[in-house]
């Protein structure tokens, strides 16, 4: 009996502790999750994914911030910039007075405008990763070529950073074009991987550079998902793990035990109740 006290208290503890784990550990901003490229035929391509330094003397100052208001505004203060980056891109082309420039300056003010509806919105937008992509080495030296006549499908798994995760959010996907250096705005959502039970998002691309995925929260506030609602969680709506007092309204270890073990696994954390608690001793049969 002694034994399974222990272990209730134990992971009374180790409960508290993941708890203030999550509330307190902020992932920094780096390419955290899996990011996999497959071309057109749906070859595999090899990515080199480097971390973009964040820092007060670059445009990504204040991404990493530990709160999520301030993060958010630091987001909205870079693409801010860029959207004036766009203005004096347009100004210049319109300057030409060439025709044939017509189609380019309109895909320059559409995507000024989707900058500018991200900057000016009460969103609250949360960075999923910002990474640096390129094409690595295959096995004879040679790169892959991405272009327009050679696109990348590149897929972003967002299970490691962000949490809440849901089906349909919406998510930004910005692209720094490596031959005009302007950041590019796609709109994506989260989708569910049924077989390797993972939320992703995925986008084509026409050249590989700075991309940051980003989560826009529509109302301000931190989307949650119901229970039991989640791809992939068996538990029904509103089921919450719960226990029951004696008549005299104790609450046994092993009720305990129980309850955080059921609690854990509600979580998503794999846990073997059995194998925390032990057999039954073959002396007592405790």
């Not at 993972?198 to 506030?221: K, M, Q, W």
């Not at 793990?241 to 104790?250: A, C, F, H, R």
């Amino acid at each position: 009996m002694k034994m399974k006290k222990l272990t209730a208290l134990a992971l009374a503890g180790a409960l508290c502790l993941g708890m203030s784990t999550v509330a307190l550990a902020a992932p920094s901003v780096g390419p955290k999750d899996a990011i996999t490229a497959t071309t057109g035929n749906g070859t595999n391509v090899e990515l080199n994914k480097d971390e973009i330094d964040v820092n007060r003397w670059n445009e990504f100052d204040g991404w990493d911030s530990t709160n999520p208001e301030k993060a958010s505004d630091a987001i909205k203060d870079t693409f801010e910039q860029a959207s004036v980056d766009y203005e004096k891109k347009i100004t210049e082309l319109k300057q030409k007075n060439d025709p044939k420039l017509a189609g380019v300056i309109a895909e320059y003010e559409k995507q000024q405008a989707a900058l500018n509806t991200l900057v000016e919105s009460d969103d609250l937008i949360e960075v999923a990763t910002l990474v640096d992509l390129s094409v690595a080495k295959d096995e004879n030296g040679q790169i892959l070529p991405v272009d327009p006549e050679h696109p990348l499908m590149v897929k972003f798994v967002l299970n490691n950073r962000l949490e809440n995760l849901a089906v349909g959010q919406k998510i930004r996907i910005m692209h720094q074009n490596s031959r005009t250096l302007l950041w590019e705005v796609y709109e994506g959502e989260v989708k569910w991987d049924a077989v390797k039970s993972e939320f992703y998002v995925e986008n084509e691309f026409t050249s590989l550079s700075p991309v940051a995925i980003l989560r826009v929260t529509s109302d301000g506030s931190v989307q949650v998902t119901p229970p039991g609602e989640q791809p992939g969680n068996t538990n029904q709506p509103g089921d919450q793990p719960t226990v029951t007092p004696d008549k005299d309204g104790n609450v046994t270890a092993d009720q305990l035990a129980d309850l955080i073990a059921k609690k854990l696994q509600t979580n998503g954390v794999k846990f073997d109740r059995t194998a925390a608690t032990g057999k039954a001793s073959p002396k007592t049969g405790e």
